[in-house]
């Protein structure tokens, strides 16, 4: 019987995204045997009432896992704020969590995956993230499972050991970077990971992934990651609080189970190039930009 990690889902207003993440979830290898905990954050106006109301009747009748706990919420905390509370109370229980919002469809495998390799690294310090999703990269030669410095947010897992370097003070985090590591933390550029920094800082958006990523990076940390995605997001549809509408994002999702995860704890260069290339590219052509931004304008 394994030790498996719980799973934390953050849900607020949007009924069908999260039917449809539930839906995914159920039909994941391990499903039955994992402790599901919902978190339903509380309207934070009276517009948004009736659609977190839907939210929560929907809940009622979740089943397919060991266990389902529902948390309502009674205040507003934001998704930030729910996210980091709700991860800091699940990995302190049982040491370790696995982590989605509610616009994530998985893959059979996800959960297994998440499992294998949260016990595959338990006892390496530097593996600090367990990223599902990844970029529909263009090098089809990259191994299974690789290591890379950023943290995708977009389904993941963690453990208590690593958890407890998260560092909420942007102030803080700022503080210990340098133009060398600016230029190492956004890909060289290539990715507007420092800017969201500074967007925080100017409060011009409540990331908590951005703070976690700069958290593991100044701890020398890695991620794992898969090279085809076990995660499609369906949250850019310009339904969410954080996401617009854009599909460069939109992936073929892995059908196969992950089974080979690297030895060897250092970044790979291979998938770091092949990221960087995706990132600088994935805008397209200028004309390919003219044509989706005139798509957004008319609301297509």
Known sequence: MQNLAPIALFVYNRPEHTRRTISYLQQNLLADESRLYI???????????????????????????????????????????S??????KLVYEYGKVIVFEDDLLSSPYTLQYFNDALTKYANHEQVMHIGAYMYNLHDKTLPETFFYRAATSWG???????????????????????????????????MNFWKQIEQFKAGKNN??????????????????????????????????VH??????????????????????????????????????NRKGTLLQRVRRFVRQQMGR
């Open 83 to 88: 996210i980091i509370s709700g991860v800091t």
């Open 156 to 190: 993941w897992a963690t453990w208590a050991r690593a958890w407890k370097n998260f560092e909420p003070d942007v102030d803080k985090l700022i503080n210990q970077f340098d133009n060398l590591k600016i230029a190492r933390f956004s890909i060289e550029g290539k």
């Open 207 to 240: 990331s908590w992934a951005i703070r976690w990523y700069a958290s593991i990076f100044l701890k020398n940390g890695l991620t794992l990651n898969p090279s085809q995605s076990l995660i499609q997001n369906i949250g850019h549809d310009g339904t969410g």
């Open 243 to 280: 996401s617009n509408n854009e599909d460069m994002y939109h992936v073929q999702m892995a059908r196969k189970q992950v089974t080979q995860f690297p030895d060897v704890i250092q970044e790979n260069e291979q998938a770091y190039k092949a990221i960087k290339h995706f990132l600088a």
């Open 39 to 81: 978190f339903c954050d509380a309207a934070k106006t009276d517009a948004d009432k009736p659609k977190v109301e839907q939210v929560r009747q929907l809940l009622n009748d979740v089943s397919g896992f060991k266990s389902v706990k529902v948390v309502l919420r009674d205040q507003n905390l934001g998704l930030a704020e």
